[in-house]
């Protein structure tokens, strides 16, 4: 059974940085590409980045391009999400999102599509203030 665990989010003001972090068992790492979403009150959730199985690739959502960075740890089994330059209108709750694939490229086009994803996280709350 996979298993995706999110953790650090939190309160923080408009120019603040937050690094989240994902967790992932029960599933070879490797072969997964990992996705972030958010979501926002009242709001659909939203694509914000992925990242390859090996790593080699990652794509954005053009609103936080240049801010945050996707990166993993084959090692570890975890996927991290560094967020920099933090602006309110970034609060929402971010979900870590797992999706098998045997190729390691998809296009971005299918990356952000999240019913490509097959396991989700339970989401990290992330506020910031103006």
């Known amino acids: 059974q996979v298993e995706l665990v999110e953790s650090g989010g939190g309160l923080v003001q408009a120019g603040g940085s937050l690094r989240l972090s994902c967790a992932a068992s029960?599933?070879?790492?490797?072969?997964?590409?990992m996705g972030w979403f958010r979501q926002a009150p009242g709001k659909e959730r939203e694509f914000v980045a992925v990242i390859t199985r090996t790593g080699r690739m990652t794509y954005y959502e053009d609103s936080v391009k240049g801010r945050f960075s996707i990166s993993r740890d084959n090692a570890k089994n975890t996927v991290y999400l560094q967020m920099n330059s933090l602006k309110p209108d970034d609060t929402a709750v971010y979900y870590c999102?797992?999706?098998?694939?045997?190729?390691?490229?998809?296009?971005?086009?299918?990356?952000?599509?999240?019913?490509?994803?097959?396991?989700w996280g339970q989401g990290t709350q992330v506020t910031v203030s103006s």
């Open positions: 029960g599933l070879t790492f490797s072969s997964y590409a």
């Open positions: 999102a797992a999706m098998e694939t045997v190729y390691e490229y998809r296009g971005s086009s299918y990356y952000s599509a999240g019913i490509n994803y097959n396991s």
